[in-house]
T-cell receptor, first 118, second 111 residues
Framework: GAVVSQHPSRVICKSGTSVKIECRSLDFQATTMFWYRQFPKQSLMLMATSNEGSKATYEQGVEKDKFLINHASLTLSTLTVTSAHPEDSSFYIC??????????????FGPGTRLTVL | QKEVEQNSGPLSVPEGAIASLNCTYSDRVSQSFFWYRQYSGKSPELIMSIYSNGDKEDGRFTAQLNKASQYVSLLIRDSQPSDSATYLCAVGNQAGTALIFGKGTTLSVSS
């Protein structure tokens, strides 16, 4: 089956630093990747949709200058949390959509990245 | 604002019983519906997708969709302790390009 990896799985950083999270589709090409954030006891909230070769589309209320997304290839998207603060501590999950199959139901989720900002 | 509503639970059932999870959605034109299972600290995994009114069965799982009532449910037969998790209902947006998730229902199956 389709596999999506994320790196790192867990990161702890100091307030004010920037953190980069990678999302890779390992055995398929993904023209679209999605970045979600999940706070404890809450659902997944879509932050942005990342399309290969173009600018990401951010959801309302998500600061695009704070959460930088780059989708430079069909298998890699990165999310950089700039000047992270404790309130950014969350579980960040990416998903990738199969470029061939397309459609909502071919989204495959990565294992998530637990970010803790001290 | 398109919404997906779920009872947060917890829903507690004994081992071997049927667990019934419910979800309602606000966007009448939604066409695709999904159930994901999420274990604590893990990312969601797809259990079922359903697109047409009626029932869809896959092993111990049955998804039910009623578009007129804007209601989708998931039945888990012969519940096992390993089914204990949070179940997320997700609805495809109108463009079919993204998912809108509910807050999830926590299921606890006791042995």
């Amino acid at each position: 089956g389709a596999v999506v990896s994320q790196h790192p799985s867990r990161v702890i950083c100091k307030s004010g630093t920037s953190v980069k999270i990678e999302c890779r589709s390992l055995d398929f090409q993904a023209t679209t990747m999605f970045w979600y954030r999940q706070f404890p006891k809450q659902s997944l909230m879509l932050m942005a949709t990342s399309n290969e070769g173009s600018k990401a589309t951010y959801e309302q209320g998500v600061e695009k200058d704070k959460f930088l997304i780059n989708h430079a290839s069909l298998t890699l998207s990165t999310l950089t949390v700039t000047s992270a603060h404790p309130e950014d501590s969350s579980f960040y999950i990416c998903s990738a959509r199969d470029a061939v199959a397309g459609g909502v139901d071919t989204q495959y989720f990565g294992p998530g990245t637990r970010l803790t900002v001290l | 604002q398109k919404e997906v509503e779920q009872n947060s639970g917890p829903l507690s059932v004994p081992e071997g019983a049927i667990a019934s999870l419910n979800c309602t959605y606000s966007d009448r034109v939604s066409q695709s519906f999904f159930w994901y299972r999420q274990y604590s600290g893990k990312s969601p995994e797809l259990i079922m997708s359903i697109y047409s009114n009626g029932d869809k069965e896959d092993g111990r799982f049955t998804a039910q969709l009623n578009k007129a009532s804007q209601y989708v449910s998931l039945l888990i037969r012969d519940s096992q302790p390993s089914d204990s998790a949070t179940y997320l209902c997700a609805v495809g947006n109108q463009a079919g390009t993204a998912l809108i998730f509910g807050k999830g229902t926590t299921l606890s199956v006791s042995s």
